[in-house]
């Protein structure tokens, strides 16, 4: 079945660690997001990318890194900086540059210990 | 810039009733409009979207919207509703043809009531 794969659906994070959330996604499709969910503000765009080796910063992108080195792959690191790094992080992918429809994944709640 | 408004953040209602969720929109440019529905700890998926064409747009599930330029509105509406159509809404917004940033509303929270 084609789609994208988020994971882990659960993350634990210490205080001064870096973690790495994983978005994987067969669709063949160009373009890739993250975007970070709290209760009650919507969703909130962290970072894009268009295409391969080429990522934009989207709203909220301070204390975040990603990489676009495949196609098929679009890490997400939560750096030490984030000091509010608990919420619902969820990645999506969309076919072209119209962006007439958004794929997203299962989603991965990162919490801090 | 662009935004989304979606005034309310719950909606209950009775099973087999009519229910009407709204959003308000703002852009300087055509728009793309959308609503995506979101069950309990998962992702989002497309209900339906306005690209062009007739202001009338139908979805999945029975769902469907109107496009309203004038008042800049957006509104979901189905005629009767589950207990299976209980998730979180998002009314969702973007510029149009080429590459733009989709801005989401904050949700509206739809209780069906047995």
């Known amino acids: 079945d084609g789609g994208i794969t988020q994971s882990p659906k659960y993350l634990f994070r210490k205080e001064g660690q870096n973690v790495t959330l994983s978005c994987e996604q067969n669709?063949?499709?160009?373009?890739m997001y993250w975007y970070r969910q709290d209760p009650g503000q919507g969703l909130r765009l962290i970072y894009y990318?268009?295409?391969?080796?080429?990522?934009q910063k989207g709203d909220i992108a301070e204390g975040y890194s990603v990489s676009r080195e495949k196609k098929e792959s679009f890490p997400l690191t939560v750096t030490s900086a984030q000091k509010n790094p608990t919420a619902f992080y969820l990645c999506?992918?969309?076919?072209?540059?119209?962006?007439?429809?958004?794929?997203f994944g299962s989603g991965t709640q990162l919490s801090v210990l | 810039a662009q935004s989304v408004t979606q005034l309310d953040s719950q909606v209950p209602v009775f099973e087999e009733a009519p229910v009407e969720l709204r959003c308000n929109y703002s852009?300087?440019?055509?728009?793309?409009l959308f609503w995506y529905v979101q069950y309990p700890n998962q992702g989002l998926q497309l209900l339906l979207k306005?690209?062009?064409?007739?202001?009338l747009v139908k979805g999945i599930n029975g769902f469907e919207a109107e496009f309203n330029k004038s008042q800049t509105s957006f509104h979901l509406r189905k005629p009767s509703v589950h207990i299976s159509d209980t998730a979180e809404y998002f009314c969702?917004?973007?510029?149009?043809?080429?590459?733009?940033?989709?801005?989401f509303g904050t949700g509206t929270k739809l209780q069906v009531i047995p």
């Open positions: 999506a992918s969309s076919m072209g540059r119209n962006n007439e429809k958004l794929f």
């Open positions: 669709l063949n499709h160009d373009a």
């Open positions: 990318s268009q295409i391969v080796n080429d990522f």
């Open positions: 852009s300087s440019v055509s728009v793309y």
């Open positions: 306005y690209l062009s064409g007739s202001t």
């Open positions: 969702a917004v973007s510029g149009g043809r080429g590459y733009q940033k989709v801005t």
